[in-house]
C-alpha cells in the first residue's frame, strides 16, 4: 500500500494536523492534460482543453455532508503555507481539493474530498503545476511528462442494472400516476447499465475520449467516478456565481439535418418547459439566501450537444460574504434537475421507483480552491468503475418525469443520456447496452 503524505507526517492523527505546504510555478504548455495523469489515483477536470490533472494524496476527507465538507476545507486553507504562488494567479492555480458527494446523503459514506499531492492546470493560455504536500517541500520536483497512454477496454458485455427496461418503464408510469394525484409535480427516475470488460478498466482512457468528444462538458475523474456533465450546479469565482440549469431533452437525430426543427420543437414543448422551469425555480430559491442580484433569463436556451439536445438556463447572481462555492453546493443540492419538486416529495418516491443506488452519480462533483471558488458540476452521464472488480462499470442515465411524460419515449432518452460513456467504452459499436 502506499504511504500518504497525510501518513507519514500524520495529519489526520492528531487533533491539530501541522499545515500544509503549497508551492505554485508557472511552467510552458504541458500539451494535453489528461496525457499527464498515472494510473493510480488520478483527478481530472477539464473542458475544452482547460482545466486541471491532479494525482497523489496529501489529505482525504470523508464528509457527511456537503457542509461538514465546506467546514472542514476551510480549517485547513486557513492554515496553509504557501512557498510559492503566481502573480495575478488563474482561478484554481493554488491550494485545491477535488471532491464529489453521494446524491443520496444517508449512504455519505462514498462522499470524499482528496487533496492531492500534485495538481497541473491551465487556464486561458497559462499553464502552472501545484505542489502539495504536509512538510515543507525540499525541491520543487520535474515538471510531469506524458505518462503512458491508457488501453482501450476490450471484450465489453452488457448487462442490465437494478431494474429491466421493462420494469423501469414501468416505474415511469407509476411516477406519472402519481403526479396525477396532485402528489407532487415532477420527479426524476435513473436507471443503470454494467458493462463488464476482460480486464481493469482504466478511467484515463474514458476521460481523454470524454474531453474529446464532450469538449463542452466537464469531464471529470474523482475515486473512479468518471463522466462528462453538461450541467453546472455551481460555480463561483471571485463574487460572481453561475449555475447552468439544464431541463427537457431531445435526442438529435442520426441525421443531422433535422436537428434544428427538432431544437425548434423542444423550445416550444409546453411538458419540456414545465419541466425545466421547475428546476430553474428551484436553482434560484436556493441562491436567494447566499446572493444578491440573481439574474434568471426570461426563456431557455437550446444547449447542443453531440447525443441530445436540452434547454439550458444560465443563472448568475453575486455572492454574498462567506458564501463559498462549496456552500452553495450544499445550499443547491439536490436541484429539481436531478430530484424533483417539491423536492422531499420526490426524494422519498425516487429510491421506493427506482430500486437503485445512485451513489454519487446525481450528486455534486468538482473541486474547490483555498479562497472559497471552485467549481461544482452535478455528476451525469458518468460511470462508476466498481472498487471491488475495476473490470466492471456501472453506467447511470436519468429523466425528468412530469405530469406529460411517455414511459417509452423516456427509456429511450435515458438511452441516448448513457451514448456518451458507451462510446468512450468503445462499445458504440455492437450489441446495445439493455
Ligand atoms: C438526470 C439526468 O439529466 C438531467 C435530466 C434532464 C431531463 O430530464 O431533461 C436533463 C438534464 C439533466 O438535468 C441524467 O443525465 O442522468
Request: one cysteine or more; proline letters at 9%.
Amino acid at each position: 500500500m502506499i504511504e500518504t503524505d497525510a501518513e507519514r507526517y500524520g495529519r489526520s492523527a492528531g487533533p491539530t494536523p501541522p499545515p500544509l505546504h503549497v508551492s505554485t510555478v508557472e511552467i510552458a504548455d504541458p500539451g494535453p492534460l489528461e496525457a499527464l495523469l498515472p494510473r493510480d489515483g488520478a483527478l481530472a477536470w477539464v473542458r475544452r482543453g482547460d482545466g486541471m490533472v491532479a494525482w497523489g494524496e496529501v489529505d482525504r476527507y470523508k464528509p457527511t455532508s456537503i457542509s461538514d465538507a465546506e467546514e472542514w476545507w476551510s480549517g485547513l486553507s486557513r492554515d496553509v503555507v504557501v512557498s510559492a504562488e503566481l502573480a495575478d494567479a488563474p482561478v484554481g492555480a493554488g491550494l485545491v481539493a477535488f471532491g464529489s458527494f453521494v446524491f443520496d446523503p444517508d449512504s455519505a459514506g462514498r462522499s470524499a474530498l482528496v487533496v492531492p499531492r500534485t495538481v497541473v492546470g491551465r487556464r486561458d493560455g497559462r499553464a502552472w503545476l501545484t505542489r502539495i504536500s504536509a512538510g515543507p517541500e525540499t525541491a520543487p520536483g520535474p515538471v510531469p511528462t506524458p505518462t503512458e497512454p491508457p488501453r482501450a477496454p476490450t471484450g465489453l458485455r452488457w448487462s442490465e442494472g437494478a431494474l429491466s427496461p421493462p420494469a423501469w418503464q414501468h416505474a415511469v408510469g407509476q411516477a406519472v400516476r402519481r403526479i396525477g394525484t396532485g402528489a407532487l409535480d415532477k420527479v426524476v427516475l435513473a436507471r443503470d447499465v454494467v458493462a463488464t470488460a476482460d480486464d481493469e478498466i482504466d478511467p484515463r482512457w474514458l476521460v481523454a475520449r470524454l474531453a474529446d468528444r464532450y469538449a463542452s462538458c466537464w469531464t471529470y475523474l474523482v475515486d473512479g467516478l468518471v463522466g462528462a456533465t453538461p450541467e453546472m450546479l455551481v460555480r463561483r469565482e471571485g463574487g460572481l456565481v453561475t449555475s447552468r440549469v439544464l431541463a427537457g431533452t431531445i435526442r438529435r437525430s442520426a441525421a443531422g439535418g433535422a436537428d434544428l426543427q427538432l431544437g425548434a420543437a423542444l423550445a416550444r414543448s409546453s411538458k419540456d418547459l414545465e419541466e425545466h422551469e421547475y428546476a430553474v425555480a428551484s436553482v434560484a430559491r436556493a441562491l436567494a439566501p447566499f446572493c444578491s442580484g440573481i439574474h434568471v433569463p426570461d426563456a431557455p436556451y437550446v444547449l447542443e450537444l453531440p447525443n441530445v439536445l436540452h434547454l439550458a438556463t444560465d443563472v448568475t447572481a453575486v455572492a454574498r460574504p462567506g458564501a463559498s462555492a462549496l456552500g452553495l453546493a450544499a445550499a443547491l443540492h439536490p436541484s429539481a434537475a436531478v430530484c424533483g419538486t417539491p423536492t422531499d416529495v420526490a426524494r422519498a418516491l425516487i429510491p421506493a421507483l427506482e430500486h437503485l443506488d445512485r451513489e454519487r452519480y446525481a450528486g455534486p462533483v468538482g473541486w474547490v480552491d483555498g479562497r472559497g471558488d471552485g467549481e461544482w458540476a452535478i455528476a451525469l452521464r458518468c460511470g462508476q468503475v466498481e472498487e471491488t472488480d475495476p473490470r466492471r462499470i456501472r453506467l447511470f442515465a436519468g429523466c425528468g418525469i412530469v405530469a406529460g411524460s411517455d414511459p417509452e419515449a423516456e427509456l429511450a432518452e435515458s438511452v441516448a443520456k448513457l451514448l456518451p460513456m458507451r462510446e468512450a467504452l468503445g462499445g458504440a459499436v455492437g450489441p446495445p447496452p439493455p
